[in-house]
């Protein structure tokens, strides 16, 4: 069973960049043909779909972060990561990483705990 | 304002049976698979249905889904103080190119 654990620095300064990494445990990053996503959610409030990354390389964002995401994959550590420049306290949440989801019919199977991310002065 | 429209609270009583609704258009529901997701408070969000109907192991076949066009419905049937949780439908957008959240429903077992 895949296991995914969030890891990064829980205080980020405004303007500047969110980095999170998510490590991989139980299976291969690289292996089958599977997406792995980053999906966050602010407190007391629902859940947002950042953006994803195919086994393959290819990656889809949500339109509304204006380019602002960049998902990676570093399979020499069987993780990936997200980095979000220029945040704001709009993206002060809950940021979980989680594997699978593909629209021709898989669900968001396997998820981290979660990280709480705030963005202050 | 999330893409997918659900009802922010519902409630029943243990025994009873809820039905969460979730409201989308052409481009998500009427094209696409539906899920539906539980959170408990302080965890993760957990699959209760997939592909609009189907159930993963482990689920208890009280929980069970439907679509008609572009609406999707959540029925939990029998129900019990632990289902009281966040649940969340979610669908691939095609016209956005991503995977959209209806804002969530509160279910609350009186």
């Known amino acids: 069973q895949v296991q995914l654990q969030e890891s990064g620095p829980g205080l980020v300064k405004p303007s500047q960049t969110l980095s999170l990494t998510c490590t991989v445990s139980?299976?291969?990053?690289?292996?089958?043909?599977?997406?792995w996503s980053w999906i966050r959610q602010p407190a007391g409030k629902g859940l947002e779909w950042i953006g994803r990354?195919?086994?393959?390389?290819?990656?889809h964002y949500n339109p509304s972060l204006q380019s602002r995401g960049t998902i990676s994959v570093d399979t020499s550590k069987n993780q990936f990561s997200l980095r979000l420049s220029s945040v704001t306290a709009a993206d002060t949440a809950m940021y979980y990483c989680?594997?699978?989801?593909?629209?021709?019919?898989?669900?968001?199977?396997?998820w981290g705990q979660g990280i709480l991310v705030t963005v202050s002065s | 304002q999330s893409v997918l429209t659900q009802p922010p609270s519902a409630s029943g009583t243990p025994g009873q049976r809820v039905t969460i609704s979730c409201s989308g258009s052409?481009?998500?529901?009427?094209?696409?698979?539906v899920y539906w997701y539980q959170q408990l408070p302080g965890t993760a969000p957990k699959v209760v249905i997939y592909?609009?109907?189907q159930r993963p192991s482990g689920v208890p076949d009280r929980f069970s889904g439907s679509k008609s066009g572009t609406s999707a419905s959540l029925a939990i049937s029998g129900l019990r103080s632990e289902d009281e949780a966040d649940y969340y439908c979610?669908?691939?957008?095609?016209?956005?190119?991503?995977?959209?959240f209806g804002g969530g429903t509160k279910l609350t077992v009186l």
């Open positions: 979610t669908s691939w957008d095609g016209s956005l190119g991503g995977w959209v």
């Open positions: 990354i195919h086994t393959g390389g290819s990656t």
């Open positions: 052409s481009s998500n529901i009427g094209s696409n698979y």
């Open positions: 139980g299976g291969s990053i690289s292996s089958g043909s599977y997406y």
């Open positions: 989680v594997h699978g989801g593909s629209p021709s019919g898989s669900e968001f199977d396997f």
């Open positions: 592909t609009d109907n």
